[in-house]
């Protein structure tokens, strides 16, 4: 039961329980709030040397936005972290307007930007 619960509570946290995120930032994205918490996440690729801003491999980030909370693995692509699960790409190589594209089909990009 334990056990369960603490599922259930990493789901609505969005992280594992007691996990606290290495960063919050808060954006517009096309107009509505989005928060994004960037996790470090189990370290499972240690040779691989991409660790910019402090993200290794096993990272991820969790959005919310307009009601849907995205937990994103981080990628092992060369220069500023990005996060993609493969139909949702995120990335902060901009801080006051970052990247945030959806695959359906087509690319849709969604225009975002710091939130004062």
Known sequence: MARLLSVLLALLLGGPVGAAPLQVDRYRCEGDPLEARVFAGAVDAIAIPNISAGTPPGAYVV???????????????????????????????????PQFRQRRGAVQTYTCERAD
């Open 63 to 97: 959005l919310q936005w307009r009601g849907v909370s995205l937990q994103l693995p981080r990628t092992n692509n060369a220069g500023p972290p990005s996060y993609t699960d493969g139909r949702w790409w995120w990335s902060v190589a901009d801080a006051d307007q």
